[in-house]
Nanobody, 124 residues
């Protein structure tokens, strides 16, 4: 069974930076498409970023493009989300997700495994 554990969340002021990590275990991580999603209170879960199994291609939501960077370390089974120039509207629980079919798009339904989430709060 694949397990995903997120870390790195916290409270940051607007304009600040955070880096989230997702540690994967129990599966063939290097072949998985990986994604980050977030869910703010009272809102649906939304796509943030995703990365191909090889790390050679990425996708981003328009709202985070040029501010967030997704990357992965296949040797250590880790995926990261670097967040810069953060805004109060980035406040949400952030989830890591894995697709054994190597999907790395925007649809949450295509990801089979999910972490428990890490809270990110951006104060104004």
């Amino acid at each position: 069974q694949v397990q995903l554990v997120e870390s790195g969340g916290g409270v940051v002021q607007a304009g600040g930076s955070l880096r989230l990590s997702c540690a994967a275990s129990g599966g063939a991580f290097s072949s998985y498409g990986m994604g980050w999603f977030r869910q703010a209170p009272g809102k649906d879960r939304e796509f943030v970023a995703a990365i191909k199994w090889s790390g050679t291609s990425t996708n981003y939501a328009d709202s985070v493009k040029a501010r967030f960077t997704i990357s992965r370390d296949n040797y250590n089974n880790l995926v990261y989300l670097g967040m810069n120039s953060m805004k109060p509207e980035d406040t949400a629980v952030y989830y890591c997700a894995a697709s054994p079919r190597s999907y790395y798009g925007i649809s949450a339904h295509e990801y089979s495994y999910w972490g428990q989430g890490t809270q990110v709060t951006v104060s104004s």
